[in-house]
């Protein structure tokens, strides 16, 4: 019979072969540390995607201590260079990250020092790796939102503005409790995201000026007597001030809360989005057909062609949900200052970010290649009275309590069910059974494009309206864009 179960869990750790590197802080040690321990231990498989920040911080620190004579230049340049040695090196595939190394803040130290020997031991002076973590964590964040986020943002709102241009005069019924309810243009739906990502966006550069504080400098908790220049490695680094309090400095991970707690709220944005999409393109719907690059097919069903892309990005939320609760978790109740709970910060706050990403991204990509099905779209409109408010409007507009209009057309199309005729389809003189009020111009009135002409209020969906809403949300993202 096949076996199922799991292999056997991997050997010892790397750290604990005869030749493992020497542990840094080992002085107190008469024993090695259990290789299960070790490799539980180890936050290298995952903190070493910090290393560009680890090195920056570090040459910024050295550099620091030789301005204020902490240092020696020589020492100060020969750490400098080796470290962008080690940079080199690991850009190049040549560096080997070890276990036994624990993370990644020892393993670059370790092969600096090997690189250039006893200066490369003076580099933590005035520093720990709890001040040195939080450093790196803030960068990252920082760079990601720079570089990755905020560009995915505006890629999105970019596709979904292209897509209301292309397709947006498109009528399509609104709804509310998913039954048809008022007509809107489709650029006023799509419209509605690009509003949902502006908040988003507001958010994470929110995030980002309070994560934009450095607590290099802090060292383990209670500061350090070096005569530090705080300042200066802040400002060095790209933060906007040194934090206050050394305490709160290697303990706070408020920033990684925010942005999770930022991130998850996009991903109920995108998963609204992606909702949609799905319910648009099945057949009921009929409303959208996703483009073939981003739809699969059925391995039993020949005739399917699924929409995994926004299920995958609706179902994706719920990894972020996951990551805001687990960091919510491994800080409550946390006492001051550095607790190792704190290493678990890192695989949230990278899934949360690599999620959100890739269904910016994934959802940019797709809006391009869908189809809109404008006929069906007006077909659903037809078929779901939904300008029953529009009649009633035209009754209350022309004296009747709206209560009363209200009635008096909830009977009309109580009447047009039982006869399977749209409202669309009915005479003057039906109408008139019905209010004598009703003149020749209810025909129009009772279309869709009337409809939508008429929700002429701010925010509506009226075609100058939304033309207006369109330019305006075109121009600041142009304006961004620069
Ligand atoms: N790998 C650790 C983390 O991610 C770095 C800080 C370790 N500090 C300590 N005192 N053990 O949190």
Aim: charged share 25%; hydrophobic share 45%.
């Amino acid at each position: 019979m096949a076996d199922h179960r799991d292999p056997p869990s991997p050997g010892p750790a790397p750290g604990a072969a005869p030749d493992a590197p020497q542990i840094t802080w080992g002085g107190r040690f008469s024993e090695p540390t259990d290789a299960f321990v070790a490799r539980l231990n180890a936050s290298v498989g995952f903190d070493k995607r910090l290393y560009r920040q680890d090195i920056a911080g570090s040459k910024a620190h050295a550099t620091m201590l030789a301005a204020q004579g902490i240092l020696s230049q020589a020492d100060a340049q020969a750490i400098c260079a080796g470290l962008d040695g080690v940079q080199a090196d690991i850009e190049a595939g040549r560096f080997e990250w070890s276990d036994a190394l624990e993370d990644v803040h020892m393993n670059v130290e370790h092969h600096l020092t090997a690189r250039i020997g006893a200066a490369g031991g003076r580099l933590h002076t005035a520093r720990s790796r709890n001040d040195q973590v939080a450093t790196d964590l803030r960068l990252w964040l920082m760079a990601f939102i720079d570089d990755s986020l905020l560009p995915g943002i505006d890629r999105l709102q970019g596709a979904l503005l292209d897509l209301a241009d292309r397709d947006g005069q498109a009528i399509l019924p609104g709804y509310t409790h998913l039954q048809r309810a008022q007509p809107v243009l489709l650029a006023h739906h799509l419209l509605a995201y690009v509003e949902m990502l502006e908040r988003d966006r507001g958010r994470v550069v929110d995030c980002r000026r309070r994560a934009a504080e450095s607590p290099l400098g802090s060292a383990a908790l209670a500061g350090t007597p070096f005569p530090l220049d705080r300042e200066a490695t802040a400002r060095a680094l790209g933060f906007s001030r040194p934090m206050a309090n050394s305490l709160d400095a290697v303990a706070d991970r408020d920033f990684a809360v925010e942005f999770t707690a930022g991130a998850a709220l996009a991903m109920v944005h995108l998963s609204r989005l992606a909702e949609e999409l799905v319910v648009w393109s099945s057949q009921e719907f009929g409303f959208i057909e996703l483009g073939d690059a981003f739809a699969t097919g059925s391995s039993i069903m020949p005739q399917k062609k699924n929409p995994d892309i926004p299920e995958l990005v609706r179902g994706k939320t719920g990894r972020v949900f996951g990551d805001l609760v687990a960091l919510l978790t491994v800080l409550k109740g946390l006492p001051l200052a550095y607790n190792k709970d704190l290493q678990e910060d890192k695989e949230a706050l990278f899934d949360a970010a690599d999620t959100l990403r890739d269904s910016l991204e994934a959802m940019a990509r797709l809006l391009p290649a869908t189809t809109v099905r404008a006929d069906r779209m007006r077909a659903a409109c037809e078929a779901g009275f939904v300008t029953a408010t529009d009649v009633a409007d035209y009754l209350a507009a022309r004296g009747v309590p709206f209560r009363d209009a209200h009635h008096v057309v909830g009977r009309l199309v109580g009447w047009c069910i039982a006869e399977e005729r749209p409202l669309t389809a009915l005479t003057v003189a039906e109408f008139k059974r019905f209010h004598p009020i009703f003149e020749d111009d209810i025909l129009t009135a009772v279309t869709v494009e009337a409809s939508v002409a008429a929700r002429i209020s701010q925010g509506g969906t009226a075609p100058a309206r939304v033309a207006e809403a369109l330019a305006a949300a075109r121009a600041r993202l142009s304006a961004r864009l620069g």
